[in-house]
């Protein structure tokens, strides 16, 4: 369900925590190209809440 903070980027600590993961896993993922999409603003990681959703959805199984 999408709301109006789906337009927010969030940081790298607070995508982690959306995902369900820890924070170094999330950044392993992003330099594996893995994880969810992100967004760089000069040398600041972003990520869109409801990209991050979509990715922690996509990983389940069965």
């Known amino acids: ?8 980027p969030i940081n790298e600590a607070d995508a ?3 995902a369900g993961i820890a924070y170094p ?4 993922f ?4 893995s ?3 992100c967004i760089r603003i000069g040398r600041l990681v972003r990520y869109m809440p409801a990209d991050v959703r ?3 959805n996509a990983q389940r199984e069965g």
């Open 35 to 37: 994880g969810p999409r």
């Open 25 to 28: 896993t999330l950044a392993r």
């Open 1 to 8: 369900m999408a709301t109006d903070t789906d337009d927010i």
């Open 30 to 33: 992003r330099r594996e190209g």
């Open 54 to 56: 979509a990715w922690r």
């Open 16 to 18: 982690a925590k959306l």
